[in-house]
């Protein structure tokens, strides 16, 4: 049959659309990272706009047997989101959610007027094409490092594995299970070819991801592919059997061929798995169940489980989890035991209608149907032990369009079906309205955001006075106003001091467990001298976070002030314990009492050992390639050692294949540049280094702490600040006092005296006494 011109048109717009907007809700528009920018968000409201003028314009005609209990898991999320213990972070989580189930609507009322559905898998598979080439980009990157560095060695000794790698695994076991639907049914060479080498694709990049709840699924949706083969394809699969069933020969090729593929994923996975990022879940799901149980009908709101989880483990120096790592935990922990049986309907109701669908299917239409089956296979069962619903918000709009693209929906035929019509234009438009009150909440906070990263704090406060207003129950408001007006004050505004205590009260009120926030509030009550209030503060944030050194010092400092020794002695041991690195610091040194302090403990302390020979240095690599330190200690050999070749080879290993560092690495490489007679690199290095050295965050200086913390809890972007300045901290020991006169030394060297200058006054002023070394003379 012809097709006409206008028909292919119609088709090549339509790919062209779905094209566009599913690379964009991948790539750009559903992330947890892109949520934050007030442009993307503005994209995507007008893109959610879209849905409920569609459907007012062209009422929508789909009916599905899953509309009901789709309608009662938001019905329940909504309630639990009402009675939540922070409503405003969970009725976002709703409206996430139900952005999803819009687009499935949407999707669903394409296919049900025409739009084909394997058109709609096309495009899926397109756009996890150029995923996976990304994915791929990353590794072969990674092994061009390691045979620059390791040349001839052509298999790693370090295991490689993908960055957000439980996101790529659960995007990609759904759409490697669409592709193997696709190409059991197949019909031509050049299809058959495309789709087995897409496959191949995407079972490589699962095994870089070393996700083992990834594997997991892949394996289940195999599993799944195989059942649901052997069931509807009975005389298919008899044929081939009775084929081959008298040829023992055959037979035994066979097994051994596939013992020895068996064997050989075997041995790939465990090595693959050999990762330090592997652990047990009882971290997390231990307060999943403690908040369950504390709430057990409703749970504690959607998107709450962080709070949870901060008052189950110490933050610092645990890192913190806005989700449970199992669908299930966290719908028990947000949604209670109503919601966990919610979306058990919903998804019994899902399978039903795709069963039914599978066994009048033939042709394409089955091959659709079987990979929709696998792939939500695969989801809920890598859902077990990761929230692959909520990692990103893509993972969960994902599986929605595809689920709309292959579920089948019948026409309505009743008045008294009319009322999914109206059920899909009430959400729709509910989720459009929230999306442009989020854009015009967001609008001023991020205009604070940029206005107190050009310093300009009272163009700052002015605007994040603006987002309270418009936002009052967004925790995050309250606190960046905090920070802006803690800086004022410091820079000598002392008016704007009791707002910032204001602010933060604010803010402990609405996210009480986050233990910075405590530590900030009794910095502030300290600075006009309200002992009382700041003790119990920084009590509060030791009790929630007893193993962070920076709280204990705080504790210890006004226990000092007011007169209770026993209590400060006891804080500012613990705080040297817990940071050996500051037993060589001023703020010990600048009482009596605290030297006396310091003298005891490090009374009690072992005898420092002689650092490492480079042998055992070496040693060290070869036994731990992926651990960071006896990288950077053998690099300072080498660079103490004039040896500046192996020096940088060294410190390239260890940035390359193993993990952490810190700004150690970043210090070392300005040494390297200066020793290689490049002082002007080395100093324009070294600043940025000391800088992060001087505002460290919770987790130590140059590594995330709060700001990431905001994104994961509110979606929020926030100021690169963790403390209020007036907090107080040790964030130059000795030693990083005697670099901070060697960056002063670097800007002499490179004629930049003024900024000489500059750092040489910072470190006097926090290290007065530092009397190794004078303004005048760099030498011990």
């Known amino acids: 049959m012809k097709i006409s011109k206008s028909v292919s048109y119609r088709y ?141 060695v052509w298999l790693p000794g370090i295991p490689f594995r993908l960055s957000n790698p439980n996101l790529v695994a659960v995007l990609v076991n759904v759409w490697l299970m669409m592709a193997l639907g696709g190409l059991a049914v197949s019909q031509t060479h050049i299809a058959r070819f495309f789709l087995g080498l897409w496959v191949l694709s995407a079972l490589i990049v699962l095994y870089l991801t070393s996700s083992r709840g990834g594997w997991l699924g892949s394996a289940t949706g195999l599993l799944c592919l195989g059942f649901l083969f052997l069931r509807t394809k009975k005389e298919l699969c008899s044929s081939v059997w009775n084929k081959i069933k008298n040829k023992r020969a055959l037979l035994l090729l066979l097994g051994m061929a596939l013992l020895a593929l068996l064997t050989v994923i075997a041995l790939l996975a465990y090595r693959q798995m050999n990762q330090p990022s592997h652990g047990s879940r009882d971290e997390f799901w231990a307060p999943a169940m403690q908040a369950f149980l504390s709430s057990p009908l409703l749970g504690k709101g959607p998107h709450t489980f962080i709070s949870a989880y901060l008052q189950a483990n110490h933050v610092p120096p645990y890192l913190f989890f806005d989700y449970a790592h199992s669908i299930y935990m966290d719908l028990l922990s947000g949604n209670g035991l109503l919601g966990l049986l919610a979306f058990v309907g919903l998804m019994f109701s899902l399978v039903r209608e795709l069963w039914r669908q599978l066994k009048q299917s033939t042709g394409e239409n089955w091959g659709l149907t079987a990979g929709a089956l696998a792939a939500l296979t695969a989801f809920c069962v890598h859902g077990f032990v990761d929230s692959v619903h909520h990692t990103e918000p893509i993972s969960l709009w994902n599986l929605c369009i595809l689920m709309g693209a292959v579920l089948l929906h019948k026409p309505q035929q009743t008045k008294s079906q009319a009322w999914s019509g109206y059920f899909k234009i009430s959400l729709s438009v509910i989720v459009m309205c929230f999306s442009w009150f989020n854009y015009w909440a967001i609008s001023p906070f991020q205009a604070g955001l940029d206005a107190a990263n050009q310093g300009n704090w009272l163009e700052a406060e002015k605007q994040l006075n603006q987002a309270v207003i418009r936002d009052s129950t967004m925790t995050i408001t309250h606190q960046q106003l905090g920070y802006v007006l803690s800086q004022e004050t410091a820079a000598g505004d002392i008016s704007k001091l009791q707002p910032a205590i204001t ?39 030791v009790k929630l ?174 100021i690169p600040m963790d403390f209020v300045p007036q907090l107080e901290t040790i964030s130059l020991n000795d030693i990083w006092g005697k670099r901070v006169l060697q960056l002063a030394n670097w800007f002499e060297r490179s004629g930049s005296p003024e900024k000489s200058q500059y750092w040489r006054d910072i470190v006097f002023k926090k290290i007065p006494d530092l009397n190794l070394i004078t303004r005048h003379n760099l030498s011990p």
């Not at 442009?39 to 929508?60: A, G, H, N, S």
């Not at 139900?98 to 397109?126: H, M, N, Q, T, Y």
């Not at 913390?709 to 979606?715: N, P, V």
């Open 545 to 718: 976070a007893p193993d962070y050194p920076v709280y204990q010092l705080n504790l210890g400092d006004i226990a000092e002030t007011g007169g209770d020794l026993v209590t400060a002695t006891q804080a500012y041991q613990q705080a040297l314990t817990l940071a050996p690195q500051w037993r060589e610091a001023y703020f010990w040194r600048a009482t009596p009492f605290r030297t006396k302090v310091q003298q005891n403990w490090a009374a009690t302390q072992p005898v420092i050992s002689h650092p490492k020979t480079q042998i055992q240095l070496e040693q060290d690599i070869a036994l731990s390639p992926a651990m960071i330190q006896p990288y950077l200690d053998l690099t300072q050999v080498y660079l103490d050692n004039g040896q500046m070749d192996l020096a940088e080879s060294t410190l390239n290993k260890g940035i390359n294949f193993a993990s952490g560092g810190g700004l150690e690495v970043d210090w070392l490489k300005a040494e390297l540049l200066a020793e290689r007679g490049d002082p002007s690199r080395a100093a324009l290095l070294g600043e940025k280094v000391m800088q992060a050295q001087l505002n460290p965050t919770i987790f130590g200086p140059g590594i995330s702490g709060n700001a990431l913390y905001t994104i994961y809890m509110f979606r929020r972007a926030s």
């Open 503 to 541: 602010a933060f009260e604010r803010t402990v009120q609405l996210d009480p467990y986050w233990a910075v926030n405590q530590a900030n509030l009794g910095a502030l009550y300290r600075s006009i001298g309200n002992i009382n209030p700041s003790r119990a503060a920084f009590t509060q944030a």
């Open 12 to 152: 090549l717009a339509q790919e062209s659309i779905l094209f566009f907007i599913f690379s964009y809700l991948v790539f750009l528009g559903s992330s947890k990272f892109s949520l934050i920018n007030p442009q993307i968000l503005l994209i995507d409201t007008v893109l959610l706009t879209f849905i409920p003028v569609i459907f007012i314009l062209k009422r929508p005609i789909a009916q599905s047997a899953i509309l009901l209990p789709l309608a009662v898991m938001l019905a329940v999320m909504g309630l639990a989101s009402l009675t939540s213990i922070d409503l405003r972070r969970s009725l976002a989580e709703w409206v996430l959610v139900s952005a999803a189930i819009c687009l499935f609507f949407l999707v669903s009322e394409l296919v049900a007027r025409g739009w084909p559905g394997e058109l709609v898998i096309k495009v899926v598979l397109w756009v996890g094409a150029i995923f996976m080439a990304l994915c791929w980009s990353e590794f072969i990157n990674w092994y061009s490092q390691w045979l620059m560095i390791n040349p001839g």
